[in-house]
């Protein structure tokens, strides 16, 4: 099994920064894309940064030149750097992982984290 946990969340004021961690364990082989979305309140769900295994990363226009992702591959890790909050980046934070696992070398399977609260304070 593989599990992916977040960290790194909290309450923050407006033009303060966050850094989030999401960590996968378990039968890990390797790992594709890793992504971050987020849920606002009465929103829909979004992806807000994705990073590729060699480092190759897109971002939505929201939130381009703001936040950073990152990724540790020999730590089954990926980062959110998150500058210069906005209230409206205010939701759940979600971890996305496409995860090639021990037993499944030539599939990769979509894991999510329970997601990490981030506030932003005006």
């Known amino acids: 099994q593989v599990q992916l946990v977040e960290s790194g969340g909290g309450l923050v004021q407006a033009g303060g920064s966050l850094r989030l961690t999401c960590t996968a364990s378990?039968?890990?082989?390797?790992?594709?894309?890793m992504a971050w979305f987020r849920q606002p309140p009465g929103g829909q769900r979004e992806q807000v940064a994705i990073?590729?295994?060699?480092?190759?990363?897109r971002y939505a226009d929201s939130v381009q030149g703001r936040f950073t992702i990152s990724r540790d591959n020999a730590r089954h890790t990926a980062h959110l750097q998150m500058n210069s909050l906005k209230p409206e980046d205010t939701g759940v934070y979600f971890c996305?992982?496409?995860?090639?696992?021990?037993?499944?070398?030539?599939?990769?399977?979509?894991?999510w984290g329970q997601g990490t609260q981030v506030t932003v304070a005006a």
């Open positions: 378990g039968n890990v082989h390797s790992i594709n894309h």
């Open positions: 996305n992982a496409d995860v090639v696992t021990t037993s499944s070398v030539q599939f990769e399977f979509a894991y």
């Open positions: 990073i590729a295994a060699d480092g190759d990363t």
